[in-house]
């Protein structure tokens, strides 16, 4: 099946530092991908939709200035998370869609301290 | 308000028991109903999916149960094994890049 790959899979960073977070699709083209969020033992939460050369669409509540979204290319789509507070501390996944499938990135687990 | 409700919430079976995890939506225009299967610390993998025109679908030890009418559907695990212990998501889309909505997850728990 397709492959997401993100990157990396586990940060730590300290409070007010940004973070980048990639999503990559190895072996098929998105133009658009999903970033969500996942608190333990909580289902995924749709964060915004990114889309390939054009601005992301972000869901309600989430603030589009701390959670940066840039899709430059058909294969990768990135998440900086800017001025990182602990309560931003999270799971973070992406998807792509390949044709209706929708595959997943690893996760990337970040803790701010 | 929720559109895909997922129950239970977890659930324990013996190895070799038949774990049946139920979801219903409510929106109509979904066409598409994928389940995916988490481990901790790892993103969702899918599992199996199914559209609306047919009623069952199986894979493996996998089968997907569809209602439409009373829109809903299931998912059956036979012979579950320990090494099927995860959370299992259901999830509805409308057919191209619209975003999926997912249940709440069930945790499942198949002790040997």
Redesign the interface.
């Known amino acids: 099946?397709a492959v997401?790959s993100?990157h990396p899979s586990r940060v730590i960073c300290k409070s007010g530092t940004s973070v980048k977070i990639e999503c990559r699709s190895l072996d098929f083209q998105a133009?658009?991908m999903?970033w969500y969020r996942q608190f333990p033992?909580?289902?995924?939460m749709?964060m915004a939709?990114s889309n390939e050369g054009s601005k992301a669409t972000y869901e309600q509540g989430v603030e589009k200035d701390k959670f940066l979204i840039n899709h430059a290319s058909l294969t990768l789509s990135t998440l900086t998370v800017t001025s990182a507070h602990p309560e931003d501390s999270s799971?973070y996944?992406c998807?792509a869609?390949s044709g209706?499938?929708?595959?997943?990135?690893?996760?990337t687990?970040l803790t701010v301290v | 308000q929720q559109q895909v409700k997922q129950s239970p919430q977890s659930l324990i079976v013996q190895k070799g028991g038949i774990p049946i995890i139920n979801c219903a939506y409510e929106n109509t225009a979904f066409d598409y109903f994928p389940w995916y299967q988490q481990f901790p610390g790892k993103g969702p993998a899918l599992l199996i999916a199914i559209r609306p025109d047919v009623s069952e679908k199986k894979e493996g030890r996998f089968t997907i149960s569809f209602n439409k009418s009373a829109k809903q559907f299931s998912l059956h695990i036979m012979d579950s094994q320990p090494g099927d212990s995860a959370t299992y998501f259901c999830a509805a889309t409308e057919s191209g890049n619209t975003p999926l909505v997912f249940g709440k997850g069930t945790r499942l728990s198949v002790i040997a």
């Open positions: 099946g997401v993100q133009t658009t999903f033992k909580k289902s995924l749709l939709t799971f996944i998807s869609n209706v499938l929708a595959f997943f990135g690893q996760g687990r």
